[in-house]
T-cell receptor, first 108, second 116 residues
């Protein structure tokens, strides 16, 4: 089954410091991975997807096939980045599923 | 209209009550989903509808009964729930089923359900 691992439940980072949220996948090929974000009291929404290669809200994510990773990165954290972040793999059974999530807490 | 709308936002129900959660989207999406989300946990998939037909039931207890009356509406009928069913229930839609190509899901704000 297509699965992802988000090893950190909680990541605390000071404002202005770099952020890296980890996501590792365990299957071969070129997976179409997504990152979703859930801000407090807001709906879960797509943040970015592998294939688009764009930067959203300063975040980028690169697929590293050698390390089987799709880590989410931002060079300078902002307080409004505090949220839950979910890595989402593709699924041959047509299910939209999520990793266990990482709570990002930006410290002032 | 690029939103998924869920009603009600909050619901308190007794264990003998019957209630329904509603979800609506007008984006022309052909796939719709119900999820259950407990505090500090990821959303857990419950049901998937594709072209108004139930395509996936993740072994959900029969006290939860989904219904898709048309391509824009998705209901979740609740009956004889237990306190442990208290959670945030999320509805989502996507253009189509994604499979290995993945597909963006658009989520509603959710219904916060409390079973007493």
């Amino acid at each position: 089954a297509q699965r992802v691992t988000q090893p950190e439940k909680l990541l605390s980072v000071f404002k202005g410091a770099p952020v890296e949220l980890k996501c590792n996948y365990s299957y071969s090929g070129s997976p179409e991975l997504f990152w979703y974000v859930q801000y407090s009291r807001q709906r879960l929404q797509l943040l970015l997807r592998h294939i688009s290669r764009e930067s959203i809200k300063g975040f980028t994510a690169d697929l590293n096939k050698g390390e089987t990773s799709f880590h989410l990165k931002k060079p300078f954290a902002q307080e409004e980045d505090s949220a839950m972040y979910y890595c989402a793999p593709p699924n041959r059974d047509d299910k939209i599923i999520f990793g266990k999530g990482t709570r990002l807490h930006i410290l002032p | 209209d690029t939103e998924v709308t869920q009603t009600p936002k909050h619901l308190v129900m007794g264990m003998t009550n019957k209630k329904s959660l509603k979800c609506e989207q007008h984006m022309g999406h052909r796939a719709m989903y119900w999820y259950k989300q407990k505090a500090k946990k990821p959303p857990e998939l419950m049901f998937v509808y594709s072209y108004e037909k139930l395509s996936i039931n993740e072994s959900v207890p029969s006290r939860f009964s989904p219904e898709c009356p048309n391509s824009s509406l998705l209901n979740l009928h609740l009956h004889a729930l237990q306190p442990e069913d208290s959670a945030l229930y999320l509805c989502a839609s996507s253009q189509d089923l994604g499979g290995l190509m993945n597909t963006e899901a658009f989520f509603g704000q959710g219904t916060r359900l409390t079973v007493v």
